[in-house]
């Protein structure tokens, strides 16, 4: 029988896989017992805290067990928790706390040399100042990793547990309900305010049982999560995936692809899910050659467009058997369409594959809309926020441009915002960014728009070459007018060493926006 929240899903998995490793994370290695036994003494110190039912526990933590206990804690006692960005600055993540209400935060004092409790308490500092930023619902902030000024650390927080009954906590863990929220997944908020996307324990657990079920996710997985546990890609389609099939979770912090080859080959890594730029990022790097990937099965990714040449390479020259492309969003519990085992090249490249069973998906005046049991419960404390989302009928509108083929399948050409209209007609930077590649001298391709005074705006391009292609900035532009239609082809390429990115690897159209203004006269 399928279990329905968290809580339940860590004491299931404890019955079912005991004995074999749940999380391997450096000389940190707990089997499916010893994990639920975490969990457990995490739920007790977080009661002994007072973290009511409904309270929110963010996490602001690299990839790492702690995280993963803190969380799962966290949800046992009935709290919400929400997973803040490691890229954000002080302030960015002072206003999520400050939203969401936080009671509590579990954070570190050293990661890539930051110390966040230091950060936080520096921009609450200079908010007091300011009379702008404050945080009076934090109560408590505990550090998972040492100990920092005015943080419990990590050993002291389960040691104040102690004082909790396991009776206690299991009858609070028993007490969370399928419907009660899970989790707020604060939008990237690239452009304006992010929101707080509310979603529950039950539809969490349904979607993700599906996507496991149909990458074919296994017990005896090995499962390298380099996509950061702040987003969905990590936490859900990552370490909690493997906690519903008994597969292995060996979280990775940071993203480096030598440390990656070294890691997939010492510890036999069958499952490497990633957005494209991870995959491209090892078949270039020079010395793949001196690694054993043979180890790797599965790979799962997703983008508005994926070359069919980046498909057969991985197949070719890395040895996945299944190659998988999804589409999803927040806002849908991270999971809408996905192609399934057995389609064709250009279905993966080209598509999103199909709805997951239950999803209902439609194309409103070029817009995706979303219908089922994945859509979000709404915008956390936004009402309005949340009506313009969501239709009386509840149809989600994901602010995502797309097409169905005959199949079913979903193809994403863009958001509405970034479709660009140059002289009257509609051109999708995802098109041209899809075309740029097939270059041989081009590995990847940005695409934003940029003011013209005779046609409106004109596509600028950002492009990376492959290692050693020799092309310059004028012969792409040459290249890409004999190729596309005029009004396609951008009128500016610049020649970059790499796009920047989001922590989920999506490009920041916006940085690129600024950048190729100042570039124009």
């Known amino acids: 029988m399928s ?3 968290l809580p339940a899903l860590v004491r299931q998995a404890a019955a079912v896989h005991a004995g074999r490793p749940a999380v391997v994370d450096g000389e940190q290695r707990l089997d499916f017992a010893a994990l639920a036994e975490a969990v457990m003494q995490a739920a007790r110190a977080f009661l002994a805290l007072g973290i009511a039912r409904g309270d929110r526990v963010a996490i602001w933590a690299p990839n790492g067990w702690a995280w993963q206990v803190a969380a799962l804690g966290a949800q046992s006692v009935g709290a919400v928790l929400v997973p803040l960005n490691t890229r954000w600055k002080g302030r960015e993540a002072a206003e999520v706390l400050a939203r969401s209400r936080a009671r509590a935060l579990v954070t570190v004092v050293d990661f890539l040399g930051v110390d966040y409790v230091a950060r936080l308490r520096d921009c609450l500092a200079r908010g007091a100042v300011d009379g702008d930023l404050a945080l009076p619902d934090l109560r408590h902030i505990i550090a998972a990793d040492g100990s920092g000024a005015g943080a419990l650390d990590w050993r002291s927080f389960l040691d104040n547990g102690r004082a909790v009954s396991v009776a206690d906590a299991e009858t609070r863990a028993r007490g969370v309900m399928p419907d009660d929220i899970s989790d707020l997944i604060f939008t990237a908020g690239t452009t304006g305010q992010s929101k707080g996307v509310a979603c529950t324990h039950g539809q969490t657990l349904r979607v993700f049982r599906t996507w496991a079920e149909i990458v074919g996710l296994r017990p005896r997985d090995r499962y390298l999560v380099v996509n950061p ?4 890609f990590g936490y859900k389609a990552g370490w909690l995936a493997c906690l519903l099939t008994g597969a292995t979770c060996l979280p ?4 480096d692809v030598a440390t990656v080859l070294e890691r997939v080959a010492r510890e036999r890594i069958t499952v490497l899910p990633g957005p494209p730029t991870l995959y491209q990022s090892i078949l270039d790097h020079p010395e793949r050659g001196r690694f054993d990937l043979s180890s790797l099965r599965l790979a799962v990714t997703g983008a508005a467009t994926i070359p069919v040449e980046l498909i057969r390479r991985m197949r070719a020259e890395l040895s996945f058997e299944t190659i998988l492309t999804a589409y999803g969003l927040t806002e849908s519990c991270g999971v809408v ?3 399934r085992p057995g389609d064709d090249l250009e279905t993966i490249a080209r598509t999103s594959g199909r709805p997951i069973p239950g999803v209902e998906v439609r194309i409103v005046d070029g817009e995706v809309r979303v219908r089922g049991y994945n859509v979000m419960r709404g915008y956390w404390n936004d009402p309005v926020a949340t009506a313009a989302a969501l239709d009386a009928d509840g149809w989600l509108r ?4 797309g097409a169905l083929d005959e199949r079913g399948n979903l193809r994403i050409t863009d958001r509405c915002k970034d479709m660009l209209i140059v002289g009257g007609f509609n051109v999708s930077p995802a098109e041209v960014e899809g075309m ?6 081009v ?3 940005a695409v934003v728009g940029v003011p013209d005074l005779r046609l409106g705006e004109v596509p600028y391009a950002f492009v990376v070459l492959r290692p050693e292609a020799q092309v310059g900035s004028s012969a792409l532009v040459a290249w890409a007018r004999d190729e596309m239609a005029n009004y396609k082809a ?3 390429v610049e020649i970059v060493d790499a796009l920047p990115m989001n922590a989920a690897g999506k490009v920041l159209k916006l940085e690129l926006r600024k950048r190729a203004a100042a570039q124009l006269p």
């Open 443 to 445: 590995a990847q391709a």
């Open 436 to 441: 740029l590649v097939r270059h041989a001298g």
């Open 398 to 401: 994901t602010g995502d441009i």
């Open 337 to 339: 369409t996905m192609c």
């Open 490 to 492: 951008p009128r500016h």
């Open 229 to 232: 546990y702040f987003h969905t």
């Open 3 to 5: 279990v329905e929240t």
């Open 252 to 255: 990775h912090a940071v993203f």
